[in-house]
């Protein structure tokens, strides 16, 4: 896997619209009512090139939603141009960007490498794939899931966690409504690119500002988010 493609993409110009996330590339534009979110899904679907791409778009009554990929890896130069059409029919439409509401959650299965099985969880949530370590929601309504290998010097865990990928203007405000609604720091090391938080009965969540939040070609995303060896299951 490269970065090249999604560190691009946070580099080029007019995509401002456009929030980097663990998913890849998604914008959110709020509309009036759910017939303006129908009239521009349809011109948003005539965009050049963006049929069959590999593009979600979701329509609410009050907003659209547009993903360019279902993974950070896949996001390539030609989605650069495609962010940049999509976003001009929008204007045209009069719809409004709203990056505070981009955002995609992820649960991460960890477990040492030979323990670690894609395929099953695949099948049992009846997922696709969209890279080698995860599987997708083929509706677009569930949260990706993440194969995380451990380190197999570590005791042996198998266990799961959160990640939240947001805007990288939003993250902090979402740190502090987490905060104020009874959670706590566990390790602030990589903030801030991303915080682990618990709540009160211990069970671990990631903010991440990541990938949307980096810059630099050599900026990575951060550390495992798992929880220490004091959770075990």
């Not at 080698?132 to 083929?138: F, G, I, L, R, S």
């Not at 198998?158 to 805007?167: E, I, K, P, T």
Request: glycine letters at 10%.
């Amino acid at each position: 896997m490269s970065e090249q493609g999604w560190q691009e993409f946070l580099a080029a110009e007019d995509v401002a619209d456009w929030v980097v996330l663990h998913g890849g590339a998604m914008a959110v534009f709020r509309v009036s009512s759910l017939v303006e979110a129908v009239r521009l899904a349809e011109a948003v679907a005539h965009v050049s090139g963006l049929d069959g791409a590999g593009a979600l778009v979701t329509i609410a009554d009050d907003q659209l939603t547009v993903r360019l990929t279902r993974d950070v890896w896949q996001l390539k130069q030609r989605h650069v141009h495609l962010a940049r059409a999509v976003s001009a029919v929008a204007r045209v439409h009069g719809a409004v960007v709203d990056r505070a509401r981009a955002q995609e959650v992820q649960l991460a299965i960890a477990g040492q490498p030979d323990t670690v099985d894609v395929g099953f969880w695949r099948a049992v949530l009846g997922y696709a794939g969209a890279s080698d370590d995860n599987a997708v929601d083929p509706l677009g309504h569930g949260s990706t899931v993440w194969m995380q290998d451990l380190d197999p010097a570590k005791p042996l865990r198998h266990v799961m966690h959160v990640d939240v990928s947001v805007a990288r203007e939003q993250v902090e405000e979402r740190l502090a409504a987490a905060l104020a609604a009874g959670g706590r720091i566990v390790d602030d090391s990589n903030a801030p690119a991303g915080w682990i938080l618990a709540d009160r009965a211990g069970n671990r969540v990631c903010i991440c500002a990541w990938p949307d939040g980096a810059s630099g070609p050599a900026a990575t995303g951060p550390e495992s988010s798992g929880p220490d060896e004091d959770r075990q299951t």
